[in-house]
C-alpha cells in the first residue's frame, strides 16, 4: 500500500478512535452520579465540598471521559491491531496480538489494584496524620484529580510486563540481562513509586514499587519462557 493510503488509513482509524471515546464518555456521563460516588468510597467518613461554582460540572465531564477511555480501551486496542498486524510477519502477529490483549487486562487490573488498594492506604494515611489538628473537608475536584491521576498511573505501570516480552521476544534484550538489571529494577521501582504517586505518603510509594516489582519479575518469567522455548530468540 502507497504511503499515502497508509496515513489516510491511520486517519481514519484515529478518528473512528476518538468517537469512540466521546460516544462512551458520552454514555458515562449519564452514570456520572453512581460513578463518583463508587470512587468517593474509599474515602469513608469524609465530606466533600463544591469550592467554586460548576466545580462538580466539571468534575464530571472529567470523570465521565476517563469513564469513556477506559471503556472504549478495547476498541483502541482494536484499531491498532487493525493497523499494525497486515504489516508482521506470521509469528510477530501471534505474539502481538495475545500481547495486546493482556495490556488492556493489566491496565484494568491496575485501574482495580489502585482503588484497592492504593487509594484506601494513601488515604487512611493522610487522614490519619493531622487528625486531631485538622477536621477533614476535601473538595471533591481535588479528590478525585488525586484518585482519578494514581489510577492512570498505576494502569500504566502494570504494562510493564507487555514490554518486557516484546522485547524479549524481538530479540532485542535477554533474560539473563534482564536479570541482571535486578538492581536497577529496584531502583527504578522506587523513584517509579515516588513519581507517579501523587500523595507523598511511604505507604502508597512502598505498595506501587513493590507491585512494579513483582511485575518485573513475571515478565522475566515469560521472556526467559519465550526465549528457552524451541525457535526462540535465544
Not at 513509586?193 to 515469560?222: C, H, K, N, Q, R
Amino acid at each position: 500500500m502507497p504511503l499515502v493510503d497508509h496515513l489516510e488509513e491511520l486517519r481514519d482509524r484515529v478518528l473512528r478512535a476518538l468517537v469512540a471515546v466521546v460516544v462512551a464518555a458520552a454514555g458515562c456521563l449519564g452514570f456520572v452520579r453512581p460513578l463518583v460516588r463508587l470512587l468517593e468510597a474509599p474515602a469513608e467518613g469524609i465530606r466533600f465540598l463544591q469550592l467554586a461554582p460548576g466545580e462538580f460540572l466539571f468534575v464530571s465531564l472529567k470523570v465521565a471521559g476517563y469513564g469513556g477511555l477506559t471503556l472504549a480501551l478495547p476498541y483502541l486496542l482494536y484499531e491498532v491491531l487493525a493497523f499494525v498486524l497486515p504489516g508482521l510477519t506470521r509469528r510477530e502477529r501471534r505474539l502481538v496480538a495475545p500481547a495486546v490483549a493482556a495490556s488492556a487486562l493489566l491496565f484494568l487490573t491496575g485501574l482495580a489494584f489502585a482503588w484497592w488498594a492504593l487509594v484506601p492506604a494513601a488515604l487512611n494515611f493522610l487522614v490519619g496524620y493531622g487528625a486531631d489538628v485538622v477536621e477533614p473537608f476535601w473538595s471533591i475536584e481535588r479528590y478525585l484529580d488525586f484518585v482519578l491521576l494514581l489510577m492512570l498511573a498505576t494502569g500504566l505501570a502494570f504494562q510493564l510486563p507487555v514490554l518486557q516480552l516484546l522485547l524479549g521476544a524481538f530479540g532485542l534484550v535477554k533474560a539473563r540481562t534482564m536479570a541482571g538489571a535486578w538492581r536497577w529494577v529496584v531502583l527504578g521501582s522506587a523513584l517509579a513509586g515516588a513519581v507517579l504517586t501523587p500523595s507523598t505518603d511511604p505507604i502508597t510509594m512502598l505498595l506501587l514499587s513493590g507491585a512494579i516489582s513483582a511485575l518485573f519479575l513475571v515478565g522475566l518469567g515469560l521472556v526467559a519462557l519465550v526465549q528457552w522455548r524451541p525457535g526462540g530468540t535465544g
